[in-house]
């Protein structure tokens, strides 16, 4: 051991990510490290877990060709730290945070622990203020809050990466009249485990839009260690909330694919021998979970905002799997890609009825979208609702033997399906839009069925018959 560098030689454990060495004295729990193979290559890791005869160390790279006699480990006595700046907005990194694009170091900016610090709930703002994505079936009825955090639920083969690319590339702040605002407005995108080809879409596809500009970007390939994926996300974080918290943006953060993150947290918590909890994952997923979901909102004092937009594929469709059934009791709501609307060829395919955005009734009405909004996204999921029953009842009977009533809520199904939720992956609807469209829908129903809205809203909105 060097007493300055803190360095020691020889580690009597590897397997997997994780390294063990004793006699270690003063590491701390998270404390950096760098791990020097007998080839001269240099390894990062963690402290992991500390204790009077072994020190665990989560290596980010692997164990792979490490030596137990001539591996070197050299102690920091820091936690993780990433550089962030304003600079970093245009420009695409790995992982951990690297450069990727062939443009260099980004300059200035500060060094911030990439754990973040809680934020005092005596200090939070409530989230307000609406964020347009020019989807009509997120903006419409599950409306994205500025300071929420609304998880995207899909599932494999499901669009939920076009999805993503379509929210980064239309996302913006509007006005109560629908035009957009001046506010600094920032993505922070963070990959996951993702393909190769995946993440080759999402860059040509913000170059290409211009959304790049105001995009920084987190890579970590699925064939990166999966170590690095438990770093990806709080690096972007930390980004976020230096643009959110110093510089007053407001910043839209599209984390993908959280199951990916927590598979490798699960083979993490394996190879350090833990006791597993429900289908092997840590007994810990949810409040690991939460140290990222909560870095969300907005601070008394700041300009600025943080909105999260996680991503996260339901194994075998269930959304009981442990991932979204822990992320639904920490977000407010969640957004359901359905595969029945996608076998239909509907894009995107989201089912509005199991989705839900719990704060939205904060962020729309009068000043923030129009005043009639909270009534008119009411209306159209109770006609919605009726139609599963009406077609429920279609394929006993008949559909000859329905009601003229009932024969209404076929038809305003079917063109709610094929009008409302169904637009191209260009189009960028305005919040108008998507107002007028769900009054021409409604007018497909006699009126006495609307009884969600207004006579005052009916006589403004509706469409003469």
């Not at 972007?236 to 230096?242: D, G, M, Y």
Request: aromatic share 8%; net charge negative; hydrophobic share 35%.
């Amino acid at each position: 051991m060097n007493d300055l560098t803190r360095e020691y030689t020889g580690v009597s454990r590897l397997s997997g990510p994780i390294l063990g060495i004793g006699g270690v004295v003063g590491a701390g729990y998270g404390e950096v490290v760098e791990i020097k193979g007998p080839d001269g290559t240099n390894r990062h890791g963690k402290v992991l877990d500390v204790s009077s005869d072994l020190t665990l160390i989560q290596v980010y790279e692997g164990t792979g060709g490490l030596s137990p006699s001539r591996t070197k480990v050299c102690f920091k006595g820091h936690s993780l730290t990433a550089r962030v700046s304003e600079e970093m907005l245009g420009r695409v990194f790995d992982g951990l945070g690297r450069p990727i694009d062939g443009g260099g170091e980004p300059f200035g900016g500060v060094t911030r622990s990439i754990d973040g610090e809680p934020v005092n709930p005596v200090s939070r703002v409530y989230p307000r203020e609406f964020i347009q994505t020019g989807i009509s079936s997120i903006d419409g009825m599950n409306t994205l809050i500025r300071g929420q955090k609304l998880p995207i639920f899909s599932g494999n083969g499901l669009p939920h990466n076009e999805l993503a690319a379509q929210i980064v590339r239309q996302a913006k702040i509007v006005d109560g009249e629908g035009n957009p605002l001046s506010d600094k407005f920032s993505i922070i995108f963070a990959a996951m485990g993702v393909k190769y080809d995946v993440a080759q879409y999402f860059r040509k596809e913000f170059e290409s839009s211009g959304a790049i500009m105001n995009t920084a970007m987190f890579l970590n390939l699925a064939n990166d260690p999966p170590e690095e994926r438990i770093v990806t996300p709080r690096i972007a974080l930390t980004l976020a909330e230096h643009l959110a918290f110093d510089c007053g943006h407001h910043v839209l953060v599209v984390l993908t694919d959280m199951t990916n993150y927590c598979e490798s947290l699960r083979e993490v918590a394996i190879a350090r021998g833990e006791v597993p909890s429900r289908k092997g994952y840590p007994g810990y997923l949810y409040s690991d979970l939460a140290s990222l979901y909560e870095r969300t909102g907005r601070v008394s004092g700041s300009k600025g905002s943080i909105t999260q937009l996680p991503i996260l594929t339901m194994p075998n469709d269930d959304i009981t799997h442990p991932v979204p059934d822990l992320t639904g009791y920490i977000t407010e709501g969640q957004i359901v890609v359905s595969r029945e609307l996608h076998a239909k060829g509907i894009y995107p395919p989201i089912n509005v009825l199991p989705s839900l955005s719990r704060i939205m009734k904060d962020g729309i009405g009068e000043g923030y979208t129009r005043k009639d909004h909270p009534n008119w996204s009411s209306q159209l999921y109770s006609a919605y609702s009726r139609v599963e029953y009406v077609r429920s009842l279609a394929s006993i009977i008949g559909a000859e033997e329905l009601t003229d009533t009932d024969k209404a809520y076929m038809r305003f199904g079917e063109e709610f399906e094929n009008t409302f939720v169904r637009q191209s992956f260009s189009e960028d609807r305005s919040i108008r839009d998507t107002l007028r469209i769900g009054w021409e829908l409604m007018s497909i129903l006699p009126e006495r069925e609307l009884t969600r809205v207004s006579r005052e809203e009916i006589e403004k909105y509706l469409p003469k018959k």
